[in-house]
């Protein structure tokens, strides 16, 4: 395990709808995010973000929108669509039984 | 979807969506930046930090640009290369499947082709939209050409026309250049028919008005004949060539495209009627118009019918009762049986298609249903939905298009067969071509079926989830939806092929009752030609008819030759001349009546075995024009006297002399074997006064045609060696020459069913197949537990008799609607004959019975303990 900070595979996607389902964000302002709520245990490389960001843009999971940042910047925003919302349900309830699993073979060997 | 959508989308925007990435990258790192510079660094440094932080941005954008579109022009691939692999494991089900498309397809395009060029594709002129054919319709409604003076008054009286013209359909020619005369087709049209049609002559120029009133001294020619019987002679127009016996001027050449009034029209000469041609009450020249731009074909109705109503009133021995019928110029020169018959081959085609669909998506199921655990397997792998219709759509997509491919193919082939088939019955054939635009269409719906059929095959295995996929094929119970779907498209089939059977049944009777029509004479042993004389030479019509007296008695003498006669028209081959008959001691507006005129040299009635019924035939002095005497036919009598005798009634034709009716023969049949006998008159040849040179000789001998030919032909060439003589038949070609389009369609016909059979004999062949192999642990417990094989059998055959029988039914019921409408197509309409129904049934049970038992027997014989081990 020389790289802790790898995510597991699929884990991204359920990251980003996670935090866009708080609020429409930049894809700067998401890096941010998931770094500071991972108590800067999660660093996402910018070649793994936006490649993320399109592939739940085709999903039609999320949709995407010219604004004006608090920085007076232009800025494209992410948002939650509401098969998004359905599918990070699903996603969720996927991680937590994938994770409880593998927690629990962990634990027992 | 939306996925698939949004990268169609994204190929097609690629530079917006390349701007798109550039500027998000732009700001990304304008943002990581401020976060430096917020942190103290400088301004040059937090940019270098940036870049170092972010990466490339290049080789971002182009990683970007693969996720976005290679993914979904990848995956294409994949699915095509995955869908070949698939079909190659199995070549037996990709050819079957592939042959079946192509035969449904390719069947359809063919006769498809043949119909757009013969019926719905507009006549090769300028807007053609705008001509239009006027007839006349009798009382009797009967369409007949015009009269000489009714045609000059139409034209002169109308006010719809911008220009007219009168012709003389299928007129032959006698062109003479050295060796045998020949018969060459055109026609006699008048100066304006050119204008009229639209057509320029490629070289030279129309006739004139001077030229217009002269027979025989110009000529105009198609250019193809030009070249081929002419050796394109670059002087041509500068030369006369010999027509009908006398030199004439070629001036004009007309492109080789021009096909009008018959694709084989090649010659054009001025149309001037003499005699008898000028009478009101004799009809022969068909009349054709361009209307002016915006008037529509009731209002030209409208307008002539007041002319006609006039010409009534003026007139009401000879235009009695008449009114105009105006059609357009297309579906005038296209024979409405053609039509009927062309459309439905094309809906029997189109049942055949849709069979050939039937079994394929069958197929597809039946395989869909084979496949059911490795989709499941897939699916559990993480395959999305969306991913997995695309491989069903991707593998229809191959199928269907090998199929098409193989179908434009076929369907050309198919083309040239029919034309080949139809040979002089098909009009237009020279226009007929390879539809691109057709073959398009062709592919379009095909796709669309294929997409339609790879969507519905997914969609069929979704309902359910994967894990019973998956356990369910270990107990081979199959997917029973696929199975009750696949039942209904046996049933469909099998329905199908009821009705195709029974309407080919039907059909197939109405020709052999057409084949023993009774014709009204004896067509055995009987010899007929076509004799075309130099109307140069042969001016009136007592010359014409001195040759044919003169000849028939001649040929009378060869040896091994019974008897010789002649006659204007040739019955079954020949028909298109009458007019008005005049009947003594009725009211003025009653008594014009409409008949066949023909002509005949003295032993005529003998040589065809045509019984007087009442009467006597000509005597001597009637047959030498010194008395005036008409035998009439059986339809004629019963028409005009009805239950009076019309033994010495007085009728008149064409001049205003009193004829003593003498005789009634008995009915021929006159157009054809299928039309219905018309009122016929019969009068001696010397009492000819028309101008048309062109009549048909009879020999009854029984001797092979073959030995005669010779003799006969001397016999004419010695008399007048200008002559042509043509269409030597015997009488039994004759008939089967007019039946010939019927011929074609019930051949055909026939095929379609046989192949009808075949494919719902498949389709239910190889669902029999399928179930019983999903039932073979069971059969195998019963067998182990004491069932015998013959209740084994029956417990498999029942299930599919059953649909043998469901088909049969749906079929006869669907049978009660339509067969009113297949009366509309077959030749002779016939009763329902019991016999050919239960033949129909007969033949279906046995193919039904055979698709069943075969596969139910090899089912049962299946070794059981073999089958129970591999459970």
């Not at chain 2, 026609?187 to 027979?215: H, K, N, W």
Request: charged residues 20%; contains cysteine.
């Amino acid at each position: 395990m020389s790289k802790p900070t790898d995510l597991v595979q699929g884990t991204l996607d359920l990251l980003i709808l996670t935090i866009l389902a708080l609020e429409p964000m930049h894809g700067w302002a998401i890096a941010q995010r998931i770094r500071q709520m991972s108590g800067e245990a999660l660093l996402v490389g910018q070649s793994a973000l936006y490649p993320a960001l399109h592939k739940l843009e085709q999903l039609a999971w999320i949709e995407a929108e010219w604004k004006i940042s608090e920085t007076n910047r232009r800025a494209k925003y992410y948002s939650l669509t509401p098969t998004g919302r359905k599918a990070l349900t699903e996603e969720a309830a996927n991680w937590e039984r994938l994770s409880t699993a593998i927690s629990a073979i962990v634990r027992a060997v | 979807m939306p996925s698939f959508f949004t990268r169609i989308w994204n190929v097609l925007r690629w530079g917006r969506l390349d701007d798109d990435v550039r500027e998000e990258v732009e700001t990304h790192l304008a943002l990581i930046e401020e976060e430096e510079r917020a942190n103290g660094i400088a301004s040059a440094e937090a940019r270098r930090n940036a870049r170092l932080r972010f990466g490339n941005p290049a080789v971002y954008r182009e990683q970007m640009r693969e996720a976005n579109r290679a993914i979904w022009l990848d995956n294409l691939w994949q699915d095509l290369r995955f869908a070949s692999r698939q079909l190659l494991r199995n070549p037996g089900f990709a050819l079957g499947a592939v042959l079946l498309l192509a035969l449904g397809i390719g069947v359809n395009a063919a006769i498809f082709t043949i119909i757009r060029s013969v019926v719905l594709r507009p006549l090769a002129l300028p807007e053609s939209d705008r001509l239009v054919s006027v007839l006349q319709r009798t009382k009797g409604g009967f369409e007949t050409p015009q009269s000489w003076p009714d045609l000059l008054d139409l034209r002169e009286g109308n006010h719809v026309f911008e220009s007219t013209a009168g012709f003389q359909q299928d007129t032959t020619f006698i062109f003479s250049s050295g060796g045998e005369a020949l018969n060459i087709k055109g026609s006699r049209v008048t100066r304006d028919y050119f204008a009229t049609l639209g057509v320029q002559p490629i070289a030279g120029r129309v006739f004139d008005a001077a030229e217009g009133e002269g027979r025989n001294r110009v000529a105009m020619l198609r250019e193809d004949f030009w070249k081929t019987a002419l050796g394109a002679d670059p002087a041509i127009l500068q030369k006369n060539i010999l027509i009908n016996g006398q030199s004439t001027a070629v001036i004009g050449i007309l492109p080789a495209a021009f096909r009008f009034p018959s694709t084989d029209s090649v010659i054009w000469m001025p149309l001037v009627p003499v005699g008898m041609e000028r009478n009101r009450g004799f009809h022969a020249f068909s009349m054709l118009g361009r209307l002016k731009p915006g008037v529509t074909l009731t209002q030209a109705q409208a307008d002539l019918e007041i002319i006609m109503s006039r010409l009534a009133r003026e007139y009401p021995d000879q235009n009695g009762g008449h009114t105009a019928k105006v059609v357009r110029l297309q579906d005038w020169s296209l024979d409405e049986h053609i039509r009927d018959r062309l459309v439905f081959l094309q809906i029997a085609a189109l049942a055949l298609f849709l069979m050939a669909c039937a079994n394929v998506s069958s197929l597809l199921l039946a395989r869909y249903s084979a496949r059911r655990a490795e989709f499941g397997v897939r699916m559990a792998l993480g395959a999305s939905r969306m991913r997995q219709m695309r491989q069903h759509v991707a593998e229809s997509l191959l199928l269907t298009g090998l199929g098409c491919m193989a179908a434009v193919g076929l369907a050309w082939g198919g083309v040239r067969f029919l034309i080949w088939l139809y040979g002089d019955e098909m009009p237009r054939a020279s226009e007929i071509s390879p539809d691109w635009k057709l073959v398009g269409a062709v592919a379009a719906v095909t796709i669309g079926g294929a997409v339609a059929i790879g969507f519905t095959t997914a969609l069929h295995g979704q309902a359910k989830g994967l894990g019973t996929s998956i356990r369910e094929d270990s107990r081979t119970t199959a997917g029973m939806k696929g199975v009750l779907t696949r039942k209904s498209l046996v049933v469909f089939q099998i329905a199908c092929a009821v009705l195709l059977l029974a309407a080919t049944g039907e059909t197939l009777q109405s020709f052999r009752a057409l084949l023993q029509v009774d014709l009204g004479f004896d067509r055995r042993h009987l010899i007929t030609m076509r004799v075309n004389l130099p109307s140069a030479k042969y001016r009136q019509g007592a010359e014409i008819a001195g040759f044919f007296e003169k000849t028939a008695t001649d040929m009378s003498a060869l040896p091994g030759v019974g008897k010789a006669a002649a006659i204007n028209m040739l019955p079954i081959a020949e028909w298109g001349f009458n007019g008005s008959v005049n009947v003594e001691g009725l009211p003025p507006l009653d008594r014009a009546f409409f008949a066949e005129y023909r002509w005949i040299t003295s032993d005529y009635f003998s040589v065809m075995a045509i019984p007087l019924l009442r009467g006597r035939i000509f005597l001597p002095e009637e047959m030498s024009g010194k008395n005036k005497a008409a035998i009439v036919n059986e339809t004629m009598a019963r028409k005009v006297w009805g239950e009076k005798d019309p033994l010495g009634a007085h009728i008149s034709m064409f001049s205003p002399e009193w004829i003593t009716v003498v005789g009634i023969a008995r009915d021929v049949r006159q157009t054809s074997v299928s039309a219905a006998p018309s009122p016929e008159v019969y009068m001696p040849a010397k009492s000819y006064t028309g101008s048309f040179p062109t009549w048909s000789v009879v020999i009854r001998s029984a001797l092979p045609a073959e030995s005669l030919v010779p003799g006969i032909r001397r016999a004419i060439h010695s008399e007048e060696p200008e002559a042509a003589v043509d269409h030597v038949k015997t009488m039994d070609e004759v008939v089967a020459d007019s039946v010939s389009a019927q011929r074609i369609v019930a051949t055909l016909l026939l095929c379609f069913a046989g192949l009808a059979l075949v494919l719902a004999g498949l389709g239910l062949y190889s669902l029999v197949t399928f179930t019983a192999a999903a039932r073979l642990p069971e059969l195998a417990i019963r067998g182990a537990l004491g069932a015998t094989p013959r209740a084994l059998i029956q417990l498999v055959g029942r299930e599919g008799m059953a649909l043998v029988a469901a088909g049969l039914i749906t079929g006869l019921v669907a049978m009660i609607p339509l067969r009113p409408l297949l009366t509309k197509y077959v030749f002779e309409v016939t009763p329902v004959s019991l016999p050919a129904f239960v033949l129909v049934l007969l033949v279906l049970l046995a193919v039904g019975g055979a698709a069943v038992l075969v596969p139910a027997i090899r089912a049962v014989r299946t070794d059981p303990i073999r089958v129970l081990r591999q459970e």
